[in-house]
């Protein structure tokens, strides 16, 4: 089994990447820091989550790091990462060091992060704009700052000096988008192992105390299987709590004939799965969960249908949407026509979330969902979710929903476009009534 620390980027693919990166500079400069070290309390440092656009680009997951991308005539990568230092690194482990994160990421030169004062003014002089984000406190923030006051200062002079700070998602975005054969590796590594702790899931609920015992066996199978752990805080929502849409408490007792509702991803090379299931706690529906429980499943396979080149995102929600809306008036609980009730959108009170969000290095990774007033076109290499649901809230709209009250239904699974359409990354698991029964195993 292959640990966490030892999935690195291929310098290729890094080069690769970089290389895109620098022909959309022009004559700009990015500058990439490490993401800060955060503390519970006092100095109760916290599990350390790496910033993903350094990673993107570099390979790097340590703190104390920062990538300046040079643009224009004379294209280079440079690295400032802390120095190696024997008594740190007895309290928090092995540094890379300067040479160390060159042989890692393949920058063209590499520094001690002392040294960015210094370099940085400089790398930044002759750039027509910035690409960073700007956080108070940063040392990098602090100089790109700087470097635009000067520029303003001195550009009517000379005319040269970046005049403005742009985000690096301007670039990064449209490029992180559509993965690679590497990151697709990774990723179906990251849903096989979400499968794994979700059947787990399942298994534990016939004999669970409450939520927080089934959430533990799910995190608990991710991590035997290689994963870090899991990419977001599980959802475990029994009864009522699996209509509150990012519950995370996980601490309420499960009662017979409410349905449980899981919604969770391991995190494997930084990247993710995020699947839901929803479960009779007792191994069998009822009649209402069952009728809601198959639409939101028709709901599921006609979005999935729907994938394809040239198709947009948009199409998949509007798939999902309409058997929905549909759904809701044959149970009785919205009346009219489907066309009206997409038109005013009376169905969003049952369904208030999109279908789908993109997926990859962050569980909700970066990337436009329209272009031009038009849903964003599906190319191959996308990969994002698909998770209709229905949700009735207590109270939430008189008797029309009293018969459906407190029923919360997410199906949920991970879809890659490809080239002759879409590859279901969790369709192993299984999402019909009868198999997710039979999952519960009472």
Known sequence: ????????????????????????????????????????????????????????????????????????????????????????????????????????SGADEAHCIEELRVRLPALLEGADRIYARLREGG??????????????????????????????????????LKKSGHELEIIRKACQITVTGHRAAANAIADAEGEWTIEAELERAFRASGASGP?????????????????????ASLSAGELVLIDAGAEYGLYHGDVTRTYPVNGRFSDEQRAVYQIVEEARLTAIASIKPGATITDVHDAASRVLAQGLLDLGVLHGDKDSVLDEGSYRDFFPHQTSHWLGLDVHDPGDYGRDGSGRILEPGMVFTIEPGLYFRLGQCGNNTDRWAGIGVRIEDDVVVTAEGVEVLTGVLPTSVDEVEEAVGR
């Open 1 to 104: 089994m292959c640990p966490i620390t030892a999935i690195t980027t291929p310098l290729d693919e890094l080069y690769r990447r970089r290389s895109s990166v620098l022909e959309s500079l022009g004559e700009g400069v990015m500058v990439l820091p490490s993401a800060p070290i955060q503390y519970a309390s006092r100095d109760n440092q916290r599990s350390y989550v790496s910033d993903r656009e350094l990673f993107y680009l570099t390979g790097l997951v340590e703190p104390g790091c920062v990538a300046v991308l040079v643009g224009g005539l004379t294209p280079r990568v440079e690295i400032f990462t802390r120095s190696r230092d024997e008594k740190a690194e007895l309290w928090t482990g092995p540094r890379l060091g300067p040479d160390g994160a060159q042989v890692l």
């Open 139 to 176: 040392l990098e923030s602090d100089l790109v700052i700087a470097a635009l006051a000067a520029a303003r200062a001195n550009g009517a002079r000379h005319g040269s000096g970046p005049r403005g700070v742009m985000d690096p998602g301007e670039i990064l975005d449209d490029l992180r």
């Open 231 to 251: 990419g977001f805080d599980s959802i475990v929502g029994g009864g009522q709590n699996a209509c509150v849409l990012h519950y995370v408490e996980n601490n």
